[in-house]
């Protein structure tokens, strides 16, 4: 891989490497080659740096999107209310556990601990509607002699990601908790030029009088460790009867790899409203709006920062009691980004294509889950996860499991 401008075309799968010393060396290849192991050059070295690089959107939506994949919510879901009586906190009288994935507007109680543990395994399946199994790109091959050629190439990309995500939660005041969330991902990427579209199946010849031909070849990797670290602050600022009101913060450290995908690469801050209602049937309501910094993995050129999009979050659902010791919740989850690199297709020389731009997009998800209470203050909860539009990077089900405590 140190010598990958030398063997480039061999990384692509297109064939004789001694054609590939004739590529230009641009910034982004001179990145590359410095970190030709980590998973955010895994594509680049495929297509031999060129500029701009076809799989940019690729690793910029990858980036963005896999660092923003939803965690479970922190609160926890038995809450203790202060007694005037007695002056000691009990055991609240909701009547559910709440939502899995989202938030509800009640805190904790002044001095309750909650720490939780989940799992959940995302298989990422398209990219704005194109199909990561079927990626069309055409870009030109040049010679050692300046001599270029179109080639044309269909592609196939697989991208999953198991995470584990550690939770603690404190009830600093009656009215106040703060949280962290620690994840840990396991991230595993691959490339593959699987086929070529006739005629734009062979480049140019060399000074030898030998002609660059397609052959397919794959390029792979994983990596895994600890990701951007989360701390949540959350105030109750309207208790009406059963309405709850609460406000908070999420500061999203720059703790994980960005170039292997762990972490977005910048601080982010997230603030938040959660509204609900409790009853047996109770319904909830969070907005949310993510601020991020400049990343390596917002730019349009590796080894180049660019603006990690923003975006704006709402959730609706509602959790309802099935008896004393489960819930079932329903979430119904939006979310508009702003300013994303995007990838469309298109036609060139009359052969499928992507074309590269950037803009807005929607995408909406659902998601249900359980609570059970087994016995005291633990609870097991049980989720799915669903993509509702093909906007940006689409998931298959994702599933997901988690256990609580709250002492």
Same mark, same amino acid.
């Given at each position: 891989?140190?010598?990958?401008?030398?063997?480039?075309?061999?990384?692509?799968?297109?064939?004789? #490497?001694?054609? /590939?010393?004739?590529?230009?060396?641009?910034?982004?290849?001179?990145?590359?080659?410095?970190?030709?192991?980590?998973? $955010?050059?895994?594509?680049?070295?495929?297509?031999? =740096?060129?500029?701009?690089?076809?799989?940019?959107?690729?690793?910029? +939506?990858?980036?963005? &999107?896999?660092?923003?994949?939803?965690?479970?919510?922190? /609160?926890?879901? !038995?809450?203790?209310?202060?007694?005037?009586?007695?002056?000691?906190?009990?055991?609240?009288?909701?009547?559910?556990?709440?939502?899995?994935?989202?938030?509800?507007?009640?805190?904790? #109680?002044? =001095?309750?601990?909650?720490? %939780?543990?989940?799992?959940?395994?995302?298989?990422?399946?398209?990219?704005?509607?194109? %199909?990561?199994?079927?990626?069309?790109?055409?870009?030109?091959?040049?010679?050692?002699?300046?001599?270029? +050629?179109?080639?044309?190439?269909? =592609?196939?990309?697989?991208?999953?990601?198991?995470?584990?995500?550690?939770?603690?939660? $404190?009830?600093?005041?009656?009215?106040?908790?703060?949280?962290?969330?620690?994840?840990?991902?396991?991230?595993?990427?691959?490339?593959?030029?699987?086929?070529?579209?006739?005629?734009?199946?062979?480049?140019?010849?060399?000074?030898?009088?030998?002609?660059?031909?397609?052959?397919?070849?794959?390029?792979?990797? &994983?990596?895994?460790? !600890?990701?951007?670290?989360?701390?949540?602050?959350?105030?109750? /600022? !309207?208790?009406?009867?059963?309405?709850?009101?609460?406000?908070?913060?999420?500061?999203?450290?720059?703790?994980?790899?960005?170039?292997?995908?762990? *972490?977005?690469?910048?601080? *982010?801050?997230?603030?938040?409203?959660?509204?609900?209602? *409790?009853?047996?049937?109770?319904?909830?309501? =969070?907005?949310?709006?993510?601020?991020?910094?400049?990343?390596?993995? *917002? #730019?349009?050129? /590796?080894?180049?920062?660019?603006?990690?999009?923003?975006?704006?979050? $709402?959730?609706?659902?509602?959790?309802?009691?099935?008896?004393?010791? +489960?819930?079932?919740?329903?979430?119904?989850?939006?979310?508009?980004? $702003?300013?994303?690199?995007?990838?469309?297709?298109?036609?060139?020389?009359?052969?499928?294509?992507?074309?590269?731009?950037?803009?807005?997009?929607?995408?909406?998800?659902?998601?249900?889950?359980?609570?059970?209470?087994?016995?005291?203050?633990?609870?097991?909860?049980?989720?799915?996860?669903?993509?509702?539009?093909?906007?940006?990077?689409?998931?298959?089900?994702?599933?997901?499991? #988690?256990?609580?405590?709250?002492?």
């Amino acid at each position: 891989m140190k010598q990958f401008l030398a063997v480039s075309l061999i990384c692509l799968g297109l064939g004789i #490497g001694k054609e /590939a010393s004739g590529q230009t060396v641009t910034s982004g290849s001179s990145f590359c080659s410095n970190h030709s192991n980590s998973l $955010y050059c895994l594509l680049p070295v495929l297509y031999a =740096n060129a500029q701009p690089n076809p799989f940019t959107p690729l690793t910029a +939506a990858f980036a963005s &999107q896999l660092t923003q994949v939803p965690l479970a919510s922190p /609160a926890s879901g !038995i809450i203790y209310t202060l007694n005037p009586a007695l002056k000691i906190p009990e055991r609240s009288g909701q009547e559910t556990y709440g939502p899995v994935l989202t938030e509800r507007g009640d805190t904790m #109680g002044k =001095n309750k601990i909650f720490v %939780s543990a989940t799992y959940q395994h995302f298989d990422f399946s398209s990219l704005d509607g194109i %199909s990561l199994k079927e990626i069309p790109v055409v870009f030109n091959y040049c010679n050692s002699t300046g001599q270029c +050629a179109p080639i044309s190439t269909i =592609n196939r990309v697989d991208l999953k990601v198991n995470q584990s995500a550690f939770f603690a939660t $404190y009830g600093l005041l009656e009215k106040l908790d703060l949280s962290v969330a620690i994840p840990i991902n396991d991230v595993h990427m691959a490339g593959q030029g699987i086929s070529c579209v006739v005629p734009l199946c062979n480049g140019p010849t060399d000074p030898s009088n030998t002609q660059v031909q397609f052959k397919p070849k794959k390029s792979a990797n &994983q990596a895994n460790g !600890i990701g951007d670290i989360v701390f949540r602050v959350k105030y109750r /600022a !309207i208790s009406r009867g059963r309405t709850k009101v609460a406000v908070g913060g999420d500061f999203r450290l720059n703790s994980g790899d960005e170039l292997n995908f762990l *972490g977005a690469g910048t601080a *982010g801050f997230k603030p938040f409203v959660a509204v609900s209602r *409790g009853g047996l049937i109770s319904p909830h309501l =969070n907005v949310s709006y993510q601020r991020n910094g400049d990343s390596l993995l *917002g #730019g349009s050129e /590796a080894g180049v920062k660019g603006k990690l999009p923003d975006s704006l979050s $709402y959730a609706l659902g509602i959790d309802a009691a099935i008896n004393k010791r +489960a819930t079932v919740a329903f979430d119904f989850i939006g979310e508009h980004v $702003y300013d994303q690199l995007r990838i469309k297709q298109t036609v060139t020389l009359g052969v499928p294509d992507i074309a590269l731009g950037s803009g807005n997009f929607n995408a909406a998800k659902g998601a249900a889950g359980v609570k059970y209470n087994p016995f005291s203050n633990f609870l097991i909860s049980v989720n799915t996860l669903w993509r509702m539009d093909h906007n940006g990077l689409r998931n298959k089900t994702v599933p997901l499991a #988690g256990i609580s405590y709250t002492f």
